[in-house]
């Protein structure tokens, strides 16, 4: 069955750090695109860092300087290194994949990924910053 896994959440103070991971070899094919998506409480879900594939990263403004995605292609893993977390971080954070083109738009003067364009997504993993 193909799926993701992710890992990695957790309670911490403000200031401090997480580093998610999410596991992508239970894919049957390399994926075009990789995400990470945030759905903080109350809010629609996100997408704050995303990867093509030979391309380099994008992030959201709110998470920029940051925060850094990268993956590792012998390990088919997927990473978000997350530094100087504030509370607004807190939520649910999901990686996601997507085997098309597509997750690059440009609206408005920025960047983004739909969260349509994706086929995978992990269970999700809580991340909670505390001031």
């Known amino acids: 069955q193909e799926q993701l896994l992710e890992s990695g959440g957790g309670s911490v103070e403000a200031g401090g750090s997480l580093r998610l991971s999410c596991a992508t070899s239970?894919?049957?094919?390399?994926?075009?695109?990789l995400a990470w998506f945030r759905q903080g409480p109350g809010k629609e879900r996100e997408g704050i860092a995303f990867?093509?594939?030979?391309?380099?990263?994008t992030y959201a403004e709110s998470i920029r300087g940051r925060f850094t995605i990268s993956r590792d292609n012998d390990k088919k893993t997927l990473y978000l290194q997350m530094n100087d977390l504030k509370p607004e971080d807190t939520g649910m954070y999901y990686c996601?994949?997507?085997?098309?083109?597509?997750?690059?738009?440009?609206?408005?003067?920025?960047?983004?990924?739909?969260?349509?364009?994706?086929?995978?997504w992990g269970q999700g993993t809580q991340v909670t910053v505390s001031s």
């Open positions: 996601a994949a997507a085997y098309t083109d597509g997750c690059k738009v440009y609206r408005s003067g920025y960047y983004y990924t739909p969260t349509g364009t994706y086929n995978y």
């Open positions: 239970l894919l049957r094919y390399t994926p075009y695109c």
């Open positions: 990867l093509e594939f030979g391309g380099s990263p």
